[in-house]
């Protein structure tokens, strides 16, 4: 399987401006520039498009992994907090907090924790990126 995304930029970094599309369509033309990715302009930004990606992966690896374990959830929410740091002249993404609150019908605390573990190494989104992955995991009653 293979999917595709596009961008466009035209102009110089701080006054340049550009635009993300997806293959799907869901994103078709939407703005980006030095001010959304820095300035908190309007528009996206690569850091939050990283952080959907990474939340929808590992909500569905765990999804996944639950009905391995024969759990079906209710619910899955997941944030994901991307941390952009300055290393030398340039940028690095250094961090991805995971931050997921589930309802999980007949899941045990210990259960629950181990196989969202499980997923946050798992997922492939996970898998790709090389930098400090953590996950706080709360399993709602």
């Not at 599309?21 to 300035?39: C, H, I, K, V």
Request: charged share 20%; net charge negative.
């Amino acid at each position: 399987m293979k999917k595709s995304a596009s961008a466009i930029w035209q102009g110089s970094l701080k006054e340049g401006k550009g635009t993300i599309s997806t293959q799907s369509g869901a994103l078709d033309g939407n703005p980006y520039g030095f001010n959304t990715r820095f300035e908190g302009a309007p528009g996206t930004n690569p850091e939050e498009l990283i952080g959907a990606a990474h939340a929808g992966c590992f909500s569905m690896a765990l999804s996944m992994m639950l009905g391995q374990a024969g759990l079906t959830p209710e619910r899955i929410e997941t944030k994901a907090e991307v941390t952009l740091d300055k290393q030398g002249e340039g940028f690095a993404i250094t961090a991805i907090d995971l931050q997921l609150k589930a309802r999980v019908p007949g899941a045990d605390e210990a259960q629950f924790q181990t196989i969202a573990n499980q997923a946050k190494e798992g997922c492939p989104v996970s898998k790709l990126l090389n930098a400090t992955i953590t996950l706080s995991a709360t399993l709602e009653r």
